[in-house]
């Protein structure tokens, strides 16, 4: 099993010549080939083509400082929400689980175009959740959680909202008019996986005040 998934890492790598890899990297072939030495298993991921020695790109980010950083950043935080997740599962009688084990079909995210304040996106959520309730809540149960966030880069407040309708016939025509009602902002969509924990990264920060709520024209089931 471990031969044939290197296999298969093998055959999906883009490979360049030990030429255009230096170039790429910017170091000495004697730099390259010590790498090489210390670190057999990545060796062994190079390969010989007509008497070429072949490297995968994807071995330049070992050469970076700033790559690897960015790199173990990522599976650090992807290690915190797996962390958080396991401990809120553990909790069946955390909101965190509750939610997770819910159905939902939808995970958007709302970025307003204009500086909104908790507040103001408190409003909107709510807002939009009405307006859906008006066209379609006596043909579907229509659920929604959201929790606000700032940004990180500029000033102002986002939202990111879970969203569940069962008449699967309406998913289509209910993203529409979520598109419709937020006309001035930019609307990130996709439909909802449970393995991707989208619901324990929302509440990553706690569930208080104005940062969250949940709607529903039939929570009590």
Not at 14 to 39: A, D, G, P, Q
């Amino acid at each position: 099993m471990e031969f044939l998934c290197l296999l298969i890492t093998k055959i999906l790598m883009k490979y360049v010549e030990v030429k255009k890899f230096l170039k790429l990297i910017n170091k000495s072939k004697s730099t390259l080939y010590r790498f090489y030495r210390k670190n057999e298993d990545l060796s062994n991921e190079t390969k010989k083509k007509r008497h070429k020695r072949m490297i995968p790109e994807i071995h330049a980010k070992y050469f970076n400082s700033e790559l690897m950083h960015e790199e173990n950043k990522v599976l650090c935080q992807k290690n915190q929400s797996m962390r958080n997740l396991i401990d809120c599962l553990v909790d069946k009688e955390s909101l965190q689980a509750r939610l997770w084990y819910m159905d939902w079909s939808y995970f958007i995210t709302v970025a307003y175009k204009s500086e909104r304040n908790k507040k103001s996106c408190f409003k909107m959520m709510h807002g939009c959740y009405y307006y859906l309730i008006d066209k379609y809540g006596t043909e579907t149960d229509i659920r929604l959680f959201f929790t606000t966030e700032p940004f990180v880069n500029r000033k102002g407040y986002h939202n990111h909202f879970a969203l569940y309708v069962s008449n699967a016939k309406l998913h289509d025509e209910v993203v529409k008019a979520v598109q419709s009602y937020f006309s001035f902002d930019r609307v990130d969509y996709g439909k909802y996986d449970r393995y991707q924990a989208g619901l324990f990264y929302m509440s990553k920060e706690g569930l208080v005040g104005e940062d969250w709520d949940i709607l529903g024209n039939n929570l009590s089931e």
